[in-house]
C-alpha cells in the first residue's frame, strides 16, 4: 500500500538525469557561474535544494515539521529521494549508514525543536566514528529566536561538542556558501557531521543562488600528505623491530588505503590486528590478518599487542576498548601513530614517532620507503597462539548458541553482505565470526557504541548500495530501541534482513554483572514482542529459529527473496564473550573461555 | 604543572567563544585566566589564554583548540621575553581614619589610580602583570574589600617579531 504511494516519487526520481528538472537545475547553476543573475529571484527553499543538488545529494533521510515546510513544499520538484522514517534518530542513524556503506556524505533533514534532538544520538554517533554526514534541521523564524517560540531550542547550541562544525543560515545570501562549505568540512580531512540550522523565514526569503567560490577556510587546513622525515623515521624504526604489529582502524576505510595495506604487509611482513571499526580495512582471510584486537579481540591478536616491539597504529586512535590501561597496554612496544587528526596523537599513548596524515598517503609514503622485510618467526609465534572462538551449535542445554549463527551467515552468505549492528555481545560476536574481506561491508557504531544503530544504518546502507543484500545483526534489546523504522523499510523495500540474536537479556550488561557484580541481573532481564507477528503486522515475512537444525533453512529462506525479512534466533540466555580483557584492564587479566567453568563443554 | 600564557587568534564569528569554553569544560582543561578582543586585523579577535597543566596536557589543549574552525593561530607565549598586564578595578572601605594610608599605598607604591571616592570608600584601578595585582590585593583586603573585577591577563612578547596572521603592513 505504502509502497504504491511512494512509486511514482522514485521514478520522478529516475526519469531526473536525463531530462525535466533536474536538467533545469543544472542549467540554472551553469548559468550562475557564467556570472549571470537568474531573471527571477527564487526562495531560499528552493535555493538549498539547488546546493544541495550542487553537492550531488539524491537521497535524504528526514521527518517534516513546521520548521521545514517550505523546504518540504518545494523538495518534490527536485532529483532528491526523500526517504520518510518514523523517528529523526532513525533519519541520522540512516544517514550514517548510507556514509559508510558509499562514502559519500549522508543527508538527514528534521525540523527544529524535538526534530532536531531527536537527531542528537545520531549526531553523536557519527561524531565518535568519524562519519560524513551533514544535518539539516528547520528553526523558528529569526524573529522569534530567544523568545522561547514553539518548537524552538538551540540546536547548534546543543551540538556543539558533537559536530564538526555547525552553523545559523541566516541570510538567504548565505545559502549557498555556507552548504558548500558543510560538504566540504564533513568529508575533507577527519570526516564528522556538520549541522546546518535555517530559520523558517531564510527559507521563505527569496535570492540567488551564489555560484561555488574556492573556499576561505583559514583556520581548517588538514595535513594530508605527511612529512617525509617522520615517515623515515617511521621506516628506520620499522626495519629495526624484530616483533612489529599493525593496528588498523577507521582511516584505512575513510582513506581507502586497503589496496596499499595490503600491498605494504605484503612487502614488510607484518601482521596485522584490526580495530572494531578497522574490519573491512583489511582482508580478514589475508594470512597476516589476526583480526579483532581489545576487549573482546582475539587473544593472539591481544598477547601479540602484549609482546611486539614496535606498534604501527595506522587510522586509529588507541581508543580505551582497544587499550584497556594505557600504562599496561603494549608494555615493550614503541608506538608509531599514523593519523590524520593531529590531537589523537599522543592524547592516550606516548608516541615514539608521530605521522600526521592521510593513512592512504602514509601508506604510499612508506612503500617507497622500506624494502621487503621477514618475521617469519614472529608470525609463526603468534599463530601458535590462536585459539578458535567457540562456534558448538547448541550447548550442553541443547539450546541454540548465538556464535554457531553468525558462523552460518558468514557461510551461507558466502561473507559477501553488507552486516549492520546494534552494540552488545551480538554485535562483538559478529566482529569476531563474520569475516570481512570487501571494504566497506561492515557498519557497526563503535565509539558511541549505540544501541538502536543497526536497523536504521541497514536501511541506509541499503539505500545507498542497492544491489547490496544487507543484514542487521541487533539484539532483543537493541532492536526495541529503533525498530519502528521497519516501516521505512517496507516502505522503501530495502534489502534488509534483520536478524535479532534474542537470549532475553541486555546481554552485555548481564554478562559484566555475572562477571564483575556477583550475578545481581539488575533489571538487565528483557522481555521483547512476539517478531514474527511484529515482522508480520509490519507486511515483514518473519520467522523464528530455535533449533541448530533450522538455522541454515531460515538464513537461505530470507535470502530467497529480494527485500525485506526478519528472523528471530532464539539462543542461548547465558552465553558470554569470550574473550574479554575487564574493562581498565590488561593483557594479563583476560578471560578466555577455556579458563572459566563455560569452557568444561 | 605549570601556567602557561597562551595567545589565540580566532576569525570573529558568532559563537566562536562558546565552542572555545564548551571544548575546555568538555575535555577537563582549567583556565586560570581568558581575555578577549579584536585585534590589528580586522575580523580577528586575540584571546590570551593562561591555564596551567604538564606539557602534555597543554599540548592536547592546543591541538584540540586548532580543531575548532574559527582558530588560526595558536601560539605559546610563555617562554617569551613577556609583557603581561591585566587590569583591576577595587572597591574598598575607607574611612576618614584609612582613606590617606590608602592613597598614598595606591599611588606611591603601585602606581595605581583612584577614580572614585565615596565617603566609605574608594574604587582604585590597577594595572600590570597578575603578580603586582595580587600584591595590592594582599595589602588592600585588611581595608575590607567590597568589591573586585578583573579583566584577565593580556600578553605580548618585547621586541619586534609579532604574533599575526601574514605580513604586517609595511607604510613607505
Not at chain 1, 527571477?40 to 539547488?50: D, H
Not at chain 1, 601479540?304 to 597504529?313: L, M, N, P, R, S
Not at chain 1, 535479532?500 to 514482542?529: A, C, D, K
Not at chain 2, 589565540?8 to 568538555?26: A, C, H, T, W
Request: proline letters at 7%; a neutral charge.
Amino acid at each position: 500500500m505504502t509502497v504504491e504511494r511512494r512509486a511514482p516519487n522514485r521514478d520522478a526520481r529516475r526519469g531526473w538525469g536525463k531530462e525535466g528538472k533536474g536538467m533545469a537545475v543544472e542549467t540554472r547553476a551553469r548559468d550562475m557561474t557564467t556570472e549571470r543573475q537568474p531573471s527571477e529571484p527564487q526562495l531560499g527553499a528552493r535555493l538549498i535544494c539547488q546546493a544541495l543538488v550542487r553537492e550531488g545529494v539524491d537521497l535524504i533521510f528526514g521527518y517534516p515539521g513546521g520548521a521545514v515546510i517550505p523546504l518540504y513544499d518545494v523538495l518534490p520538484e527536485f532529483p532528491i529521494h526523500h526517504v520518510l522514517v518514523r523517528h529523526e534518530q532513525g533519519a541520522a542513524h540512516a544517514a550514517d549508514g548510507y556514509a559508510r556503506a558509499t562514502g559519500k556524505v549522508g543527508v538527514c533533514l528534521a525540523t527544529s525543536g524535538p526534530g532536531a534532538t531527536n537527531l542528537v544520538t545520531g549526531i553523536a554517533t557519527a561524531m565518535m566514528d568519524s562519519v560524513p554526514l551533514v544535518a539539516i534541521t528547520g528553526q523558528v523564524p529569526q524573529h522569534v529566536i530567544g523568545m522561547d517560540a514553539f518548537q524552538e531550542t538551540d540546536i547548534t547550541g546543543i551540538t556543539i561538542p558533537i559536530t564538526k562544525y555547525n552553523v545559523v543560515i541566516r541570510s538567504v545570501d548565505e545559502i549557498g556558501p555556507v552548504i558548500q562549505k558543510a560538504f566540504y568540512l564533513a568529508k575533507s580531512g577527519r570526516p564528522g557531521p556538520v549541522l546546518i540550522d535555517i530559520p523558517k523565514d531564510v527559507q521563505l526569503a527569496k535570492g540567488y543562488l551564489a555560484p561555488p567560490q574556492p573556499l576561505n577556510l583559514p583556520g581548517y587546513r588538514p595535513t594530508i600528505v605527511p612529512h617525509r622525515r617522520q615517515i623515515r623515521r617511521a621506516a628506520e624504526l620499522i626495519r629495526q623491530a624484530r616483533r612489529p604489529l599493525i593496528l588498523a582502524g577507521h582511516g584505512i576505510l575513510i582513506s581507502g588505503a586497503t589496496e596499499e595495506l595490503v600491498r605494504f604487509v605484503e612487502r614488510v611482513q607484518i601482521p596485522v590486528g584490526l580495530t572494531l571499526l578497522g574490519i573491512s580495512g583489511f582482508p580478514a582471510s589475508h594470512p597476516l590478518c589476526l583480526g579483532l584486537v581489545g576487549m573482546h579481540g582475539f587473544a593472539h591478536a591481544n598477547r601479540a599487542i602484549h609482546e611486539a616491539d614496535v606498534i604501527i597504529g595506522i587510522g586509529m586512535r588507541f581508543d580505551d576498548r582497544v587499550t584497556g590501561r594505557p600504562s599496561e597496554f603494549a608494555p615493550h612496544a614503541k608506538i608509531i601513530h599514523i593519523d590524520i587528526d593531529p590531537a589523537e596523537i599522543g592524547k592516550v599513548l606516548k608516541t615514539e614517532v608521530p605521522v600526521v596524515g592521510d593513512a592512504r598517503e602514509a601508506l604510499k609514503l612508506l612503500l617507497e620507503e622500506l624494502e621487503p622485510l621477514r618475521h617469519d618467526e614472529w608470525i609463526e609465534t603468534i599463530q601458535s597462539w590462536s585459539r578458535p572462538i567457540r562456534t558448538a551449535p547448541s550447548g550442553p542445554n541443547g539450546v541454540l548458541q548465538p556464535q554457531y549463527v553468525l558462523e552460518r551467515l558468514h557461510v551461507l552468505t558466502e561473507g559477501k553482505a553488507i552486516v549492520t549492528t546494534d552494540v552488545g555481545q551480538h554485535q562483538m560476536w559478529a566482529a569476531q565470526l563474520y569475516k570481512c574481506d570487501i571494504p566497506h561491508q561492515w557498519i557497526s557504531s563503535g565509539g558511541l557504541g549505540t544501541m538502536g544503530f543497526g536497523v536504521p544504518s541497514a536501511m541506509g546502507a541499503s539505500l545507498g548500495r542497492p544491489e547490496a543484500e544487507v543484514w542487521a545483526v541487533v539484539g532483543d534489546g537493541g532492536v526495541q530501541m529503533t525498530l519502528y523504522e521497519f516501516a521505512t523499510i517496507v516502505d522503501e523495500q530495502c534489502n534488509v534482513k534483520v536478524a535479532i540474536i534474542n537470549n532475553g537479556y541486555l546481554g552485555m550488561v548481564r554478562q559484566w554483572q555475572q562477571l564483575f557484580h556477583n550475578r545481581n541481573y539488575s533489571e538487565t532481564p528483557i522481555s521483547s514482542p512476539d517478531y514474527v507477528l511484529l515482522g508480520q503486522a509490519y507486511r515483514m515475512p518473519a520467522r523464528r529459529v530455535t533449533r541448530p537444525a533450522e538455522v541454515d533453512e531460515v538464513i537461505q529462506w530470507a535470502r530467497s527473496f529480494r527485500g525485506p525479512a526478519l528472523i528471530e534466533f532464539v539462543v542461548n540466555q547465558e552465553e558470554n564473550v569470550y574473550p574479554m580483557i575487564p574493562s581498565g584492564g590488561s593483557f594479563r587479566e583476560m578471560i578466555d573461555v577455556y579458563e572459566t567453568q563455560e569452557g568444561e563443554w | 604543572m605549570r601556567s602557561h600564557t597562551l595567545v589565540v587568534l580566532v576569525e570573529d564569528k558568532p559563537g566562536v567563544m562558546n565552542r572555545i569554553v564548551s571544548l575546555f569544560r568538555q575535555r577537563g582543561f582549567n583556565i586560570d585566566s581568558i581575555a578577549v578582543g579584536p585585534t590589528e586585523t580586522p575580523g580577528l579577535s586575540r584571546i590570551t589564554l593562561v591555564a596551567k597543566g604538564d606539557d602534555r596536557k597543554i599540548e592536547q589543549l592546543v591541538k584540540q583548540l586548532y580543531k575548532v574552525l574559527e582558530v588560526i593561530k595558536i601560539t605559546d607565549v610563555t617562554d617569551d621575553n613577556l609583557i603581561q598586564r591585566e587590569l583591576a578595578l577595587i572597591k574598598v572601605n575607607a574611612t576618614d581614619r584609612t582613606r590617606s594610608d590608602i592613597m598614598r599605598l595606591v599611588s606611591d607604591v603601585y602606581r595605581a589610580r583612584i577614580v572614585d571616592a565615596a565617603p566609605d570608600s574608594l574604587v582604585i584601578e590597577v594595572t600590570g602583570p597578575p603578580e603586582k595585582i595580587e600584591s595590592l590585593i594582599t595589602l588592600i583586603r585588611p581595608y575590607g574589600i567590597k568589591e573586585l573585577a578583573r579583566t584577565g591577563v593580556v600578553a605580548m612578547a618585547r621586541g619586534s617579531r609579532a604574533v599575526a596572521i601574514g605580513q604586517p603592513e609595511v607604510v613607505a
